[in-house]
């Protein structure tokens, strides 16, 4: 079984950074592509970033976060700078084991496991 819990969320200014982690624990993280998503209310999951042996960012957030993980800690980050309204959300880390099925689209259902979530707010 694997656990994953999100922490960092939280209220920032428009043009603000916050920098979300996800600790891993239950099987061997680096093996895991480890993936990030967001749902805001009242719309569909949606794909934000994913590190395997590939990265892969959506364009809406491409060039303003960053993925990355230390797998001696078993935690995967989203570095989040120049935040805007619309990235609102709830944000969840996910993991994908082998055999891999994560690509650049990004779809929920091509990652095993999933965190609870943490609030990113992101006041106008």
């Known amino acids: 079984q694997v656990q994953l819990v999100e922490s960092g969320g939280g209220l920032v200014q428009a043009g603000g950074s916050l920098r979300l982690s996800c600790a891993a624990s239950?099987?061997?993280?680096?093996?895991?592509?480890m993936g990030w998503f967001r749902q805001a209310p009242g719309k569909e999951r949606e794909f934000v970033a994913t590190s395997g042996g590939n990265k892969y960012y959506s364009d809406s957030v491409k060039g303003r976060f960053t993925i990355s993980r230390d797998n001696a800690k078993n935690t995967v980050y989203l570095q989040m700078n120049s935040l805007k309204p619309e990235d609102t959300a709830v944000y969840y880390c996910?993991?994908?084991?082998?055999?891999?099925?994560?690509?650049?689209?990004?779809?929920?259902?091509?990652?095993?496991?999933w965190g609870q979530g943490t609030q990113v707010t992101v006041s106008s």
């Open positions: 239950g099987r061997t993280f680096s093996s895991a592509a």
């Open positions: 996910a993991a994908d084991f082998p055999p891999f099925r994560y690509s650049s689209s990004g779809k929920p259902s091509e990652y095993d496991y």
